[in-house]
């Protein structure tokens, strides 16, 4: 859809952007969807047919209203029932679509409305039950919403972007906590909830002292990259099912469900792909930006999974996963369900890699157990 895209964005002003809430529509879908608004220009921008770099050089200066709903009137759960909460003014505290009567009589735009038509930012940043959402509302230039010839409009990656980070010995000093407390170690700790302190360390991203020396390399530097086949849909796998085949990876966040048979082939008649370890398997879409490090044997992957392999064996891979998951996690470009993740996302996501190998061994055995113990815990539950 590039040329669509350019033709759009020549011909039309983008305007502003409304990521409305996961349950907006239903229980038919949880999928996030997003409203793109634009305005025809009375001339198109005089560029070339195909080129980006004019495009993006033409629009820096304009600007576009991002704005995120998270309450739209209904409940956020499946049921959808109206919610029809005010605060002591009369306005609505879970309904920013709809207008407003305050205790005069007089009527008010709504809290979308009043932010994207007359630049008032929202008044509140937390939801009915005072649990924070998260800035809503910004005025974001095109020169901040573009990279090269990627232009990312989804809201949530500027207004609630969560980029965390630990401090090496911090990552390491809290990590070994969790282990001693494990293993009840004289002395250990207690800890309440191991299991959500466990997710909150294996979803930040490891920094280094500034007297380390790191060298900067984007991701395609350091693997060589396959997507998953094509054609290799669930009807397929069902077809070619085995239970002592190999696995299916894909889009999903969990231990593969499925086996085939080596011999499976897509619906285009064309064998499937056999991978094998040491590699990364990357959903791109679904659970976009889960990662799992495949340290042997054979697996294969339908057309939401791509497989990194490294070009070095001096790359320890959970290292790898530790410090871009959490962040291609906030490159995908939707939040919810559908999630996708682009290949340029991908291969030019920058890494520090530190130097010597022993600090990236140290930040990778340290999440490899502690990965094995979520695990267990997440199958517990």
Same mark, same amino acid.
Not at 66 to 94: C, M, Q
Not at 251 to 262: S, T, Y
Not at 294 to 317: A, D, K, M, Q, R
Not at 324 to 353: F, I, P, W, Y
């Given at each position: 859809s590039k040329n669509v895209r350019f033709h759009l964005l020549q011909h039309c002003r983008v305007s502003d952007v409304i990521s409305l809430p996961k349950h907006a529509f239903a229980p038919y879908t949880q999928q996030r969807t997003g409203i793109v608004i634009f305005n025809k220009r009375k001339t198109p921008l005089s560029v070339a047919d195909g080129d980006w770099g004019g495009l993006l050089r033409s629009l820096k200066n304009e600007k576009v209203?991002?704005?995120?709903?998270?309450? !739209?009137?209904?409940?956020?759960?499946?049921?959808?029932?109206?919610? /029809?909460?005010?605060?002591?003014?009369?306005?609505?505290?879970?309904?920013?679509?709809?207008?407003?009567?305050?205790?005069?009589?007089?009527?008010?735009?709504?809290?979308?409305?009043?932010?994207?038509?007359?630049?008032?930012?929202? @008044?509140?940043?937390?939801?009915?039950?005072? =649990?924070?959402?998260?800035?809503?509302?910004?005025?974001?230039?095109?020169?901040?919403?573009?990279?090269?010839? !990627?232009?990312?409009?989804?809201?949530?990656?500027?207004?609630?972007?969560?980029?965390?980070?630990?401090?090496?010995?911090?990552?390491?000093?809290?990590?070994?906590k969790i282990l001693d407390f494990l293993t009840r170690k004289s002395g250990a700790t207690p800890i309440l909830n191991v299991k959500t302190r466990i997710k909150e360390l294996l979803g930040t991203s490891v920094q280094y002292p500034d007297v380390v020396h790191t060298i900067k390399a984007p991701l395609k530097d350091?693997?060589?990259?396959?997507?998953? !086949?094509?054609?290799?849909?669930?009807?397929?796998?069902?077809?070619?099912? !085995?239970? =002592?085949?190999? @696995?299916?990876?894909?889009?999903?966040? /969990? @231990?593969?469900?499925?086996?085939?048979?080596?011999?499976?082939?897509?619906?285009k008649n064309t064998p499937i792909t056999i991978h094998s370890g040491p590699a990364i398997l990357l959903s791109m879409d679904g659970s976009s930006g889960c990662m799992r490090v495949i340290?042997?044997? =054979?697996?294969?992957?339908?057309?939401?999974?791509?497989?990194?392999? @490294?070009?070095?064996?001096?790359?320890?891979?959970?290292?790898?996963?530790?410090?871009?998951?959490?962040?291609?996690?906030?490159e995908a470009s939707n939040q919810g369900g559908s999630a996708t993740l682009t290949g340029t996302m991908l291969e030019e996501l920058m890494v520090d890699v530190p130097i010597p190998a022993k600090l990236r061994d140290t930040v990778g055995q340290m999440r490899e157990r502690l990965a094995a113990i979520y695990s267990e815990l997440y199958e517990e539950s």
């Amino acid at each position: 859809s590039k040329n669509v895209r350019f033709h759009l964005l020549q011909h039309c002003r983008v305007s502003d952007v409304i990521s409305l809430p996961k349950h907006a529509f239903a229980p038919y879908t949880q999928q996030r969807t997003g409203i793109v608004i634009f305005n025809k220009r009375k001339t198109p921008l005089s560029v070339a047919d195909g080129d980006w770099g004019g495009l993006l050089r033409s629009l820096k200066n304009e600007k576009v209203g991002l704005y995120i709903v998270d309450n !739209d009137g209904f409940a956020n759960s499946d049921k959808r029932y109206p919610t /029809e909460l005010k605060d002591n003014r009369g306005r609505w505290k879970h309904n920013e679509l709809a207008d407003w009567s305050d205790n005069k009589g007089l009527t008010n735009c709504s809290i979308l409305v009043e932010a994207l038509i007359n630049q008032k930012p929202p @008044p509140f940043s937390t939801n009915e039950f005072g =649990e924070l959402t998260g800035q809503k509302f910004a005025r974001v230039g095109f020169n901040v919403l573009s990279a090269k010839s !990627d232009i990312k409009l989804l809201p949530d990656i500027y207004l609630r972007r969560n980029d965390v980070k630990s401090g090496f010995d911090e990552f390491i000093t809290e990590s070994q906590k969790i282990l001693d407390f494990l293993t009840r170690k004289s002395g250990a700790t207690p800890i309440l909830n191991v299991k959500t302190r466990i997710k909150e360390l294996l979803g930040t991203s490891v920094q280094y002292p500034d007297v380390v020396h790191t060298i900067k390399a984007p991701l395609k530097d350091l693997f060589k990259m396959q997507k998953g !086949d094509q054609g290799f849909t669930e009807e397929i796998i069902y077809k070619f099912y !085995d239970s =002592e085949g190999i @696995p299916v990876y894909g889009g999903g966040a /969990e @231990p593969p469900r499925f086996r085939v048979k080596k011999e499976t082939k897509t619906k285009k008649n064309t064998p499937i792909t056999i991978h094998s370890g040491p590699a990364i398997l990357l959903s791109m879409d679904g659970s976009s930006g889960c990662m799992r490090v495949i340290p042997t044997g =054979e697996f294969c992957s339908n057309h939401h999974g791509c497989v990194l392999y @490294p070009f070095h064996t001096s790359i320890n891979l959970n290292w790898i996963v530790q410090q871009c998951e959490g962040r291609l996690k906030q490159e995908a470009s939707n939040q919810g369900g559908s999630a996708t993740l682009t290949g340029t996302m991908l291969e030019e996501l920058m890494v520090d890699v530190p130097i010597p190998a022993k600090l990236r061994d140290t930040v990778g055995q340290m999440r490899e157990r502690l990965a094995a113990i979520y695990s267990e815990l997440y199958e517990e539950s």
